[in-house]
């Protein structure tokens, strides 16, 4: 029986604190004072300059994710997605700020790196992880928690149908895996194409930097992660519409109600 003390994470509450407000905090709060006022331009309360309004936009979701951990004893898997997501931007950052205020000139394509790397591993994982014990499409999907498993695979067991139920399984597993792979390539895309025109030895080329960095997070979520959970809502009327030709059960007697 799950811990009621426990509490979940809300998804609203997730994006909200990693994509949300670290995009407000970098398009508002990077513009440098002094180079505003070099530039003639209103210098406003909340232009803090780039280097700190990444450190805060960064250490929200740090310390959010902190913060789950502690109160709940047990990381959140996707907590722990975002929390690496943005370590490894505050990485790559430190790596290609120069001390001159310049960006190095390879910045576009290695942020597009970085930000297919988590995806492109889980995809990786997924497809891998159904020779082991423990599939991780088990974890993202096919789960105790949406499905009767106990059921279906009595079921299964009756009509002796463990072939069919596994190749089913499998190609379920190569569609999720098939998403991320997607998410992947199009993190790439979205990154060279916001930073398209972008010049690194700029004198605002930090600020501009930000900017770009909070239209990817921005617009990732849209433009890669809607498309994506359209694919994964593929995926289980695919594995749906398999496991009732193999069964005979009905969608109500496989799903638990909710």
Do not use: C
């Amino acid at each position: 029986m799950a811990d009621p003390k426990r509490n979940d994470e809300h998804p609203l509450a997730n994006i909200l604190i990693n994509v949300i407000v670290p995009v407000a905090i970098l398009s508002l709060f990077s513009k440098d004072p002094a180079l505003q006022e070099l530039l003639g331009k209103a210098v406003r309360p909340w232009h803090l300059g780039p280097v700190k309004a990444i450190v805060i936009a960064l250490a929200l979701p740090i310390g959010y994710g902190v913060w789950y951990f502690v109160k709940n004893r047990k990381p959140n898997f996707f907590s722990g997605l975002g929390l690496l997501s943005v370590l490894l931007t505050g990485g790559l950052t430190l790596y290609l700020w120069n001390k001159d205020g310049s960006v190095k000139p390879d910045a576009g394509l290695l942020f597009g790196i970085k930000e297919a790397l988590i995806p492109l591993m889980l995809g990786i994982a997924i497809v891998f992880s159904q020779r082991t014990a423990n599939p991780l499409i088990r974890v993202f999907l096919y789960n105790d928690t949406i499905f009767d498993i106990p059921k279906i695979e009595g079921r299964v067991a009756e009509l002796a149908a463990q072939a069919g139920y596994e190749k089913l399984l499998a190609g379920a597993t190569r569609l999720f895996a098939a998403s991320f792979f997607v998410s992947a390539a199009m993190n790439v895309a979205l990154a060279r194409w916001f930073f398209r025109g972008f010049d690194p030895r700029a004198v605002d080329a930090l600020e501009v930097y930000n900017s770009i960095i909070a239209k990817i997070t921005g617009w990732g979520f849209a433009v890669i992660g809607v498309p994506i959970l359209f694919f994964l809502f593929f995926t289980l009327l695919r594995l749906l519409a398999g496991l009732r030709r193999l069964t005979g059960l009905t969608d109500q007697e496989m799903m638990h109600p909710r």
